[in-house]
Structures are given as C-alpha cells and as structure tokens.
C-alpha cells in the first residue's frame, strides 16, 4: 500500500541465507500465499542466497577499510567466552577484534564479524517507533561471514537493500534491534540509511503473540477456513493501522488512505469475529459465478461426488444464501441442499412433517405451483401467502413440511428462496418425489 501510494515499486525478496530453513515448501508457500491475497511484485522475486559473492565482496570492503575483522575462535571457545561475559554482565568481545592475524591464522578456518564503534551511540529514527537509541556497547560484534564464507543474514539485507534502491523498510517490531546493527553497516559503507518503520507485531485474542494454538498461521489456511483475499487483505491492513473509523474499504481506498503515521505502537491482536464481519461484506459483494466455484471447491473437499452441473446449480442459489454467510464454509454448509441427488431421502421427524394433512397440504401446494410460471423469489413469496390464506393457516404450519419436501429437512433459506434456488424444475421435481414417498 505504501509503495502504492507513493508511486513506487512493491519487491519481494526471499531472505533464505538460512539454507536448513529455506527449503522449496517454504518457498513455494510465501508464493503460492502471495499469489492468493494478490499481491503481485512489480519486478521479478530476488533470491538472497543467489547474491553470496555480492555479499562476500563487501564484506572484504569492511575488512579492508578496517570496519571488521577476521576471527579465529572455534564455536566451542566463542561460546565459554560468551558465557563468561554473560555471568560477568558485560558484552561478548573476540579477543581477535585487535590481534592481528598471522600468515598461518589465514590458513586457518574463521569467521568474519563486523567491528561496531566503540563508545558511539547509535540512533535510529524510526517512522512508527519514534527515536530509538542503542549504546554500542550493548551490541557484540556481529558475524557478517561464516566460518565457510557464506554472508549471514543482516549483511545480505543491508547491501540487497542498497542494491535494490530500497528506500522504505517497513518490517515487524521483532527486527527493531536489527536495525541498529545494520544502520552501522551503511554507516560504514558510506551508504545512505534507508528509512526504518518497524510496525507492531499481531497477537492472538488473549494478547499472547500468535501462534498455531490460536487458529491458521499460514496463509493458505485462511483460504481453507473460507476466507476471501480481498477481506484478508481488507483486514490485515486494519490489524495495528486505522484510517479513522473506518473499517470496511477496497484495495484503491488503502492505497490512498494509508501512510506510517496512522500505525499504533502497540501490538494488534487478531480477532476472529471481526474477520468474519469483513468477510461477509465481501462475500456479499463478490460474483456469483466466483462464489458457486469456491463453494464448490469446498464441497468436494467434503469428499462430495462432482455432478455436470454443479456449478450452474450453485450459481442459481448464491443470490439467496450468501447474504447469510461469513465464510465459504457456510456458504458449502447453505447450498448443501441444492446438491442432493433426487429422490432426496426424508426420514425421520422430517418425514413426519409430511403424514397426514400435511402432506395434502403440500399436494395441492404443488399443483398450485405447477400452474405458476414465475419463478421470481419475490412473486413465489406473494404466491405462497395467497396460498397460506387460502388454506386457511399460518404459513408456519406449512413451512416445515414444504422444507422437508425440498430439502429433506437440511438447513436452507425462507421457502420462496429455496424454490428460488433450486429453480422451477427442480422444485417440482423434489415436491413430487417427497409427495410419493408419503403415499
């Protein structure tokens, strides 16, 4: 939303200098994540791994402008050292960081680690954070090169960004640290800063930050719980950011809305009930024909068998079950009517329903719409009245066998809507089928 706005580019970069962690599911689900809230870069992804040498390059700057250092301590001497300093409460130093190595140190295996300024104070000017201030002695000399070359993480960032003409960095509060030893490489480089915006991170409901026990975490979960992107992405622009009260708003109204300034500081919690109101506003704002084939999808999720027209029957409902829903979910869980293969079985206090009166009452209902050309939920509506009164009764008395008739006894909309979804055929089909089971 931000490069939006300000008429700049939207990058993707995979920071996968971690190569245990990195692995092709991964990848492919920050994508395949991407590509479902719509979210598209404006230039191709880059792959951080891809740019080691680039890395290990100026990482040799840094060693020859006397900004880091080589360090010769193996991992088991680095870790008694950084446990002595911790018990003496001081900041872990490499004996290294002033010995010169000789001839037969170079030969040997090392790392390389960035010298941070001594007694220097760094000050980072944080566009949702405010000034942060971090005195360097509380920051320990961090690795830049492993022991087998390979550039670690707050290296690979600093000259991706710097390469990538990365102006803004808007990244999770849990990155706030980085920023001071990074600002100190660009620092050292004689490179601009870019601009830092850490934003809060999301809690779960009780205030505990997010994890798998409060719901989905990955977000192709979202869309199996019956999501849809534009609201996640309608409400994932609310979670820590407001743009007065509004709460509902499309993708173009974020882009003009949204600036650093209306960022909060304190850490947003994920509310699954507010989620659900997002969703419903756009499920009833989004086409049928897209909706009938989400629905479906869930359907056959469901282990449903596929049917020819499926589709074309679910697209006939949607008008009339999808203001009632909050997700696909439900959406699969109101048309699952709409599917059942005739002769629907009517069994039990259903088929009760349909004894005796009832099931005379519901004859001449079908004969009566058997005359009905109509099929327009509003003149069924008008119809179904007139029939009532003529009958003499409550539409209440005729409701629950005419919705055993139709679905069997399974959860659908008012009855004019579900002649109205189910379409003329279909309808008296259904009638006649229920109407022999009760002779």
């Known amino acids: 939303m931000y490069a939006k706005r300000h008429n700049g580019r939207f990058l993707v970069r995979v920071e996968d200098t971690d190569r245990e962690r990195s692995t092709d599911a991964a990848v492919k689900a920050i994508f395949d994540g991407l590509s479902w809230l719509g979210l598209f870069p404006d230039d191709e ?23 880091a250092y080589r360090d010769f301590l193996t991992a088991e001497e680095t870790g008694a050292l950084r446990d002595a300093a911790k018990a003496e409460g001081r900041t872990f130093e490499s ?3 002033d010995r010169a190595p000789s001839v037969d140190d170079l030969a040997k295996p090392h790392t390389v680690r960035f010298r941070r300024p001594a007694d220097t104070p760094v000050v980072v000017e944080d566009a949702v954070q405010g000034q942060v201030r971090w005195e360097s002695a509380s920051l320990d000399d961090l690795v830049i090169l492993r022991s087998d070359g390979a550039p670690t993480y707050n290296l690979a960032v600093v000259v991706d960004d710097h390469d990538m003409g990365v102006t803004h ?5 849990d990155h706030l640290n980085n920023a001071a030893r990074q600002s100190l490489i660009y620092d050292a480089l004689g490179w601009t800063r870019p601009t830092f915006a850490h934003i809060p991170l999301i809690h779960g409901p009780d205030g505990a930050k997010l994890s798998k026990r409060h719901g989905a ?57 507010k989620l659900a109101h997002v969703n419903a506003h756009w499920i009833r704002l989004a086409d049928d024909d897209r909706l009938a084939k989400l629905t479906l999808d869930m359907h056959l999720a469901r282990g449903h068998a596929l049917g020819p027209d499926d589709e074309a029957r679910l697209t006939q409902a949607m008008p009339f079950v999808k203001d009632r829903a909050k997700t696909t979910l439900e959406l699969a869980d ?31 209902l079908r004969d009566r719409l058997a005359l009905f050309e109509s099929w327009d939920v509003f ?18 008395k ?37 109407l022999q089971q009760t002779i």
């Open 45 to 67: 992804p880059v792959f951080q791994f891809s740019r080691a040498d680039r890395h290990r390059e100026v990482a040799n700057i840094l060693l020859e402008t006397g900004h």
């Open 95 to 97: 004996p290294w960081r």
């Open 379 to 396: 003149a069924l509506e008008a119809e179904l009245k007139a029939f009532a009164a003529e009958e003499g009764v409550g539409f209440g």
């Open 334 to 364: 109101q048309t699952a009517f709409v599917l059942k293969p005739r002769p629907i079985a009517i069994e039990g206090k259903a088929l009760e329903t349909l004894a005796g009166d009832s099931g005379a009452r519901i004859g001449r």
């Open 217 to 273: 975490q990955a977000v192709h979960e979202y869309a199996e719980m019956g999501y849809l992107p534009e609201a996640m992405r309608n409400y994932l622009a609310r979670l820590g950011w407001a743009h007065g009260d509004d709460e509902l708003f499309s993708d173009e109204q974020a882009v003009a809305w949204f600036d650093l300034p209306g960022i909060g500081r304190a850490p947003a919690r994920l509310d699954f009930d």
């Open 169 to 173: 960095v808007i990244r999770g509060d």
């Open 398 to 434: 005729i409701g629950p066998a005419a919705r055993a008739a139709l679905t069997g006894g399974s959860a659908s909309p008012d009855i004019a809507r579900t002649l109205s979804a189910l379409g003329r055929d279909e309808s008296l089909g259904r009638l006649n089928d229920a």
